[in-house]
């Protein structure tokens, strides 16, 4: 979820442009705030049955598959202005991550993440974060209720 904010791309663009740029199309992610990424981490490293090398694996999700459509839904119910999506090809979104300063190989990775976004490689949920803390993971509505002034009026403070 942090990616939405800055100083990513992503989160810069919605700051200072009021829009996503998205190879993704209609793909969904089980977007994931990184304080429950963090409990969930803390609870695998202070768990005394958890063996060094344990070679399971847990997917960490939010609680819900979200497209951007319905991020900047989400997002502009809370940060009182339009957020848009505009639909770009992977290799204009990788560019673009390159001009933000991404090295090249990263910005591609992050554009290849999109196009499985649009393949449906991602839409996943998972119980990881509940069964490992107790707890239900945040959903993106609170995050963004946390975060909304970084969106409201460009991100800068009102007058």
């Given at each position: ?22 190879a ?82 990263f ?53």
């Amino acid at each position: 979820m942090q990616n939405f904010l800055r100083p990513h791309p992503l989160g810069e663009r919605i700051r200072r442009h009021g829009e996503i740029r998205t190879a993704a199309g209609a793909g969904r992610l089980g977007w994931i705030d990184t304080r429950d990424i963090a409990a969930a981490a803390s609870v695998l490293l202070i768990d005394p049955g958890v063996e060094p090398g344990d070679q399971r694996d847990y997917l960490l999700t939010g609680p819900k598959a979200l497209s951007y459509q319905d991020a900047a839904a989400i997002i502009t119910a809370h940060a009182g202005r339009p957020i848009r999506v505009l639909h770009i090809e992977a290799d204009e979104l990788a560019g673009g991550y390159r001009a933000a300063g991404m090295p090249a190989e990263f910005a591609a990775s992050l554009a290849a993440v999109d196009a499985g976004l649009r393949a449906g490689r991602e839409d996943l949920v998972s119980t990881a974060v509940l069964d490992l803390t107790g707890r239900p993971p945040r959903p993106f509505d609170e995050f963004v209720q946390d975060h909304a002034s970084e969106w409201a009026n460009g991100g800068l403070p009102e007058r």
